[in-house]
C-alpha cells in the first residue's frame, strides 16, 4: 500500500523556519520525482517545489526560490522541504506528492500519490 506521510508543520512567526519532512513508502521511490504542493484557505493547490529521482536540479515556485530547499534521501525513502524566511502568505495546507516519472514538473496532474497534507500556519 503506498502511503505519503508529512510532518513537521505548526505555527511559527514571520521570519521564521520549518522543516518539512515526508515519509514515503513506495517500491519505486528511487526512481519517482517528488514535489511538495500547497493549498491556502480559499485557493487553488499549487506547486511550491519539486526534485527530480536522481536529486538533481530542483524546481521552484517564484514564491519559494531563494527561501524554501527541497531535498531527498533516497535511501530512507524522504523528501524535506526547508523553508526559512516564512511569510504569513506562506500560510496553508503542505502536501507532499510523488510524480509519476523521473523529472520533477510543476503540473498537479503529473503526480499521482499525495499525502494528507500538513498545516503551515504563518503568524504576523
Known amino acids: 500500500q503506498v502511503q505519503l506521510v508529512e510532518s513537521g508543520g505548526g505555527l511559527v512567526q514571520a521570519g521564521g523556519s520549518l522543516r518539512l519532512s515526508c515519509a514515503a513508502s513506495i517500491r519505486t521511490f528511487s526512481s519517482r520525482a517528488m514535489g511538495w504542493f500547497r493549498q491556502a484557505p480559499g485557493k487553488e493547490r499549487e506547486f511550491v517545489a519539486g526534485i527530480s529521482w536522481s536529486a538533481g536540479i530542483p524546481v521552484y515556485a517564484d514564491s519559494a526560490r531563494g527561501r524554501f530547499t527541497i531535498s531527498r534521501d533516497n535511501a530512507k525513502n524522504t523528501v524535506t522541504l526547508q523553508m526559512n524566511s516564512l511569510k504569513p502568505e506562506d500560510t496553508a495546507v503542505y502536501y507532499c506528492?510523488?510524480?509519476?516519472?523521473?523529472?520533477?514538473?510543476?503540473?498537479?496532474?503529473?503526480?499521482?500519490?499525495w499525502g494528507q497534507g500538513t498545516q503551515v500556519t504563518v503568524s504576523s
Open positions: 506528492a510523488a510524480h509519476r516519472l523521473t523529472w520533477a514538473t510543476i503540473r498537479e496532474d503529473d503526480y499521482d500519490y
